[in-house]
């Protein structure tokens, strides 16, 4: 039926949604001290629909296309507008979580990261639809994990919250 929405597609968006707003649950409540840490756990169910979608999308593809569904591209049109769709959300994710007291900081940044890949490649996806799922699985998804990954990396040395109170209450 043309012009119908597939429902595959529907839950990928789902998925993707919820992925973005259960890390962003989970990043806030990482920085309030004794705050049940169990909420960190909370982004892995829609993150794991998510991954699956996209694999069984793969597998689709795959099946109908042969290995030219599986082929894996360079795709740089997707860069600029991802780095657009993602700058806004990120700063602010950033700003608000040097607010709170990030006892695990690098936990508290991939959560983040995270929460903010997942809302761009929501973004991305409305405006940029028909890509393999490969690209996307690659691209948006594997993305979103290594930002997610190195941002673990960087966390302590960005989220510092007790040497900024320590400055404060030396002064």
């Given at each position: 039926m043309p012009g119908s929405?597939?429902?595959?597609?529907?839950?990928?968006l789902g998925a993707i949604l919820a992925t973005a707003v259960t890390a962003a649950i989970a990043a806030?409540?990482?920085?309030?001290?004794?705050?049940?840490?169990?909420f960190?756990?909370?982004?892995?169910?829609?993150?794991?629909?998510?991954?699956?979608t996209l694999g069984h999308s793969?597998?689709?593809d795959w099946r109908l296309l042969g290995t030219a569904g599986l082929r894996v591209r360079a795709d740089w049109d997707c860069a600029v507008p991802a780095l657009i769709v993602s700058t806004l959300p990120a700063g602010?994710?950033?700003?608000?979580?040097?607010?709170?007291?990030?006892?695990?900081?690098?936990?508290s940044l991939a959560l983040g990261v995270l929460a903010t890949g997942a809302i761009a490649n929501f973004g991305?996806?409305?405006f940029h639809t028909g890509d393999l799922?490969?690209?996307?699985?690659v691209w948006h998804g594997g993305g979103a994990i290594v930002m997610s990954l190195m941002a673990s990396l960087v966390g302590p040395r960005v989220l510092h919250w007790r040497?900024?109170?320590?400055?404060?209450?030396?002064a």
């Open positions: 929405i597939e429902p595959r597609f529907v839950l990928e806030f409540s990482s920085v309030v001290p004794g705050r049940d840490q169990r960190l756990l909370l982004p892995l169910i829609p993150l794991v629909v998510w991954l699956v793969c597998l689709q602010a994710m950033l700003l608000m979580l040097r607010r709170g007291a990030p006892l695990l900081p690098a936990v991305l996806l409305i799922s490969i690209q996307i699985l040497t900024r109170v320590g400055r404060a209450c030396s």
